[in-house]
C-alpha cells in the first residue's frame, strides 16, 4: 500500500465506515431502487435468510479460529481467517442488503408482546453492535493491510481488532437470534 495511506489510516477508515453505512441506510430507507439489481427468482429471495444464517455461523467460527491463531503466534492463520471473517461478512451484508432491496423487511411473525419485549430490543442491540463494530473492523484491516506484521506490534492493531472481534461475534450471534425469531421460534 501506498505512504499515503499507511499515513492515513484513521481517515481512510472514516471513508470506509461512512461509505458502508450510506449503502446499508440507503437500502434501509429505500433511497436505492431495486431496479438497479437484476431480481432473482422468489426461492432464491427465500433462500438468503437461511444462507446468511449459516455464513454468520461460519464467521463466528473463523473469528474464533483467527482468535486462537493469533494467540498461538501464528500470523499467517490469522491473517487467513480474519480476511475469511471479513469476506463472509461482506456476502452477507451484500445477500442481506440485496434482499432488502428487492423484498423489504420481514415482518415478524409472533405476538405483540413478544415483538415489544424481546424481539425490537434484541434487533435493536444487534443493529448497534453492527454499526458500531464497522469502524473497529477497518481500522484493524487497514493497519494490517498498511504495514508488514512486524510492525503491526507497533500499533494499535492488536487493542483495534480485539473490540473488533468481540463485537462482530455478539452482532453475529444475535443476528442468528434475530433469525431464530423471525423464521423459527414463532
Known amino acids: 500500500m501506498s505512504e499515503w495511506a ?29 431496479a438497479l ?11 438468503i435468510p437461511h444462507f446468511n444464517a449459516a455464513v454468520s455461523a461460519t464467521a463466528i467460527g473463523t ?8 494467540s498461538r503466534g501464528d500470523v499467517r492463520r490469522h491473517r487467513a481467517f480474519m480476511l475469511t471473517s471479513f469476506g463472509l461478512f461482506t456476502a452477507f451484508l451484500g445477500a442481506y442488503l ?5 423484498v423489504g423487511t ?3 411473525p409472533g405476538p405483540e408482546a413478544a415483538y415489544t419485549y424481546l424481539y425490537l430490543p434484541f434487533l435493536g442491540i444487534h443493529i ?8 473497529f473492523v477497518f481500522h484493524a484491516l487497514l493497519l494490517a493491510a498498511t504495514r508488514p506484521y512486524e510492525e503491526l506490534y507497533h500499533t494499535r492493531h492488536a487493542q483495534v481488532g480485539l473490540v473488533a472481534a468481540v463485537l462482530w461475534l455478539i452482532s453475529f450471534t444475535m443476528g ?3 433469525y431464530v425469531m423471525l423464521y423459527h421460534a414463532f
Open 176 to 178: 442468528i437470534g434475530v
Open 106 to 108: 420481514t415482518e415478524f
Open 128 to 135: 448497534l453492535l453492527a454499526i458500531c463494530c464497522l469502524p
Open 98 to 102: 440485496y434482499r432488502l432491496i428487492h
Open 63 to 70: 473469528i474464533v479460529l483467527g482468535w486462537r491463531a493469533i
Open 37 to 47: 439489481f437484476p431480481r432473482a427468482s422468489d426461492a432464491v429471495l427465500a433462500a
Open 6 to 34: 499507511r499515513e492515513n489510516v484513521p481517515l481512510l477508515t472514516a471513508i470506509c465506515s461512512v461509505a458502508a453505512l450510506a449503502v446499508v441506510f440507503g437500502a434501509v430507507g429505500g433511497a436505492i431502487p431495486s
